[in-house]
């Protein structure tokens, strides 16, 4: 018995021509989560940074002076 599978080549254009498209893991996840409770907005730029950075231990060590 002959499998018609043999001939078949799994390229880069037979995944673009496929005719339905699943979301990420990520997205599904996130998409049940805020079913269940909207997300908190979020800034896009903050003028502030993110809490720590600049005090960081690894900066306060470049600043003392020897």
């Known amino acids: ?16 021509s496929a005719e ?10 996130l998409a049940a989560r805020w079913r269940t409770e909207e997300p908190e907005p979020q800034p896009w730029r903050s003028d502030e940074p993110p809490a720590g950075w600049f005090f ?3 900066r306060r060590r470049k600043w003392r002076r020897r």
């Open 1 to 16: 018995m002959a499998d018609n599978w043999d001939d078949l080549v799994l390229d880069e254009n037979f995944i673009r």
């Open 56 to 58: 960081s231990r690894g």
């Open 20 to 29: 339905t498209t699943e979301p990420s893991a990520r997205a599904r996840m």
